[in-house]
């Protein structure tokens, strides 16, 4: 989609500070961090949002939650807790129309979210 932010950073034509990649997904630091460790995991596949999932992106979709228990191990959060997001419509709060896995740690996080 050559309109849509996060696939300029798959394509590198938009710089973002990768942390993990494979097959199926890239990790890279959010821009406007909510809490000390903030990572969004896309899929490389432009989808944009989880309604929009076919079941042939099973496999995309299962790598995202691999891929953030992974970065956890990774970046030390994994025993401590994290907490990953999925924002579905602009009513959740998603602004970037291409579906995203937000991890975030290294602070408390309040439940219920807001
Ligand atoms: P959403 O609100 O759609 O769930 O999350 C979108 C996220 O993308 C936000 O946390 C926002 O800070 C992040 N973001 C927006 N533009 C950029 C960008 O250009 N680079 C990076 N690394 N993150 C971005
Ligand atoms: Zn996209």
Redesign the pocket.
């Known amino acids: 989609m050559s309109d849509c932010?996060f696939c300029k950073?798959i394509e590198g034509s938009?710089d973002?500070k990768c942390v993990y990649e494979d097959e199926h997904v890239l990790a890279?630091?959010?821009?406007?961090p909510q809490a000390p460790l903030h990572i969004?995991i896309i899929p490389k596949k432009h989808i944009a949002t989880i309604n929009d999932i076919f079941p042939e992106d099973v496999e995309t979709i299962g790598s995202m939650s691999l891929a953030a228990a992974k970065i956890a191990e990774q970046e030390g959060v994994a025993d401590k807790g994290y907490r990953t997001v999925v924002?579905c419509g602009e009513g959740a709060?998603?602004?970037?129309f291409h579906l995203?896995m937000?991890i975030l740690a290294g602070r408390s996080l309040a439940w219920p979210p807001g």
């Open positions: 932010l950073i938009i973002a890279f630091n959010d821009i406007n969004l924002n709060g998603q602004t970037v995203h937000h």
